[in-house]
């Protein structure tokens, strides 16, 4: 079982940065392959972002590309999302998650299967 924890939310203003960090434990981190979800009330958790276990392959939606970048630290054991020009559209509840790089690298949520609790961003006009 590996254990996420997500930090690094807020309350900001449109065109602000937020940079939100996850840790991974329980397993190595090398071995896993790390993503960003996020989800707003009656709607479907949906992908943000996601890195395999050696940096190399990343995968961003559509809606965040040129504006966030996924990063990850091996020797910390931390992905960060890190969101410029934050717009009220990306106001949700970000998760992050782990996936056993072994399964393969995918950015579908039905693939983690390792979630934290969440972290709440919250971009005001």
């Known amino acids: 079982q590996v254990q996420v924890v997500e930090s690094g939310g807020g309350l900001v203003q449109a065109g602000e940065s937020l940079r939100l960090s996850c840790t991974a434990s329980?397993?190595?981190?090398?071995?896993?392959?790390m993503g960003w979800f996020r989800q707003v009330p009656g709607k479907e958790r949906a992908r943000v972002a996601c890195?395999?276990?050696?940096?190399?392959?990343?995968t961003y939606a559509d809606s965040v590309t040129g504006r966030f970048t996924i990063s990850r630290d091996n020797s910390k054991n931390t992905v960060y999302l890190q969101m410029n020009n934050l717009a009220p559209e990306d106001t949700a509840m970000y998760y992050c998650a782990a996936q056993n790089a072994w399964r393969g690298y995918y950015c579908d949520r039905d693939k983690y299967t390792d979630w934290g609790q969440g972290t709440q961003v919250t971009v005001s006009s």
């Open positions: 329980g397993s190595s981190f090398d071995d896993l392959n």
């Open positions: 890195i395999n276990w050696t940096g190399l392959s990343i």
